[in-house]
């Protein structure tokens, strides 16, 4: 005998009520998946930038080009303006942490004695760069990610 589906109970109440206690736990797991997704992809982000900020390129008459410093930040701050528009605010306090723990892990010194970000000007420059990026996509007008 076939008996009609069970009634499903409304998703929210009424307007101003609390959620329950499953969607607000919903909730925070969506919202804990958003800051770690936010957070890897920026570290790799950091990552790529960290290992290629020093390269360059000699162009005519100029010796050296910062063609990696140039490309890193410019990479960070999309990274950064594209989690923010797609995550919101939460997408961008947690790339904020994936750039800066893996901008400064990387940077360490290494077993071997090998160094990536050297105490120089390309060095600072990326250090701090990279944190302007992410400061320079938390200032942008809220208005430029509304989808109305």
Known sequence: MHQPPAPQAAKSGP??????RHEAGSNMVHL???VLAATLVSALAAVVGTVWHRAGVSVGSIDYLP???ILGLAGILAVM?????????????GAALGTFVATQLVAQ????GGLLVHADALG????FGALAMVALAAF???R???RT
């Not at 307007?15 to 329950?20: H, L, M, R």
């Not at 528009?85 to 961008?92: N, Q, W």
């Open 15 to 20: 307007p101003g009520a609390e959620p329950s």
């Open 32 to 34: 804990a998946a958003k």
């Open 67 to 69: 063609l990696g410093i």
């Open 81 to 93: 303006v594209w989690l923010r528009a797609a995550l919101g605010g939460a997408g961008l306090a």
């Open 109 to 112: 010194h290494v077993p071997g």
């Open 124 to 127: 600072y420059t990326w250090a």
């Open 140 to 142: 942008c007008p809220r």
């Open 144 to 146: 430029w990610f509304s």
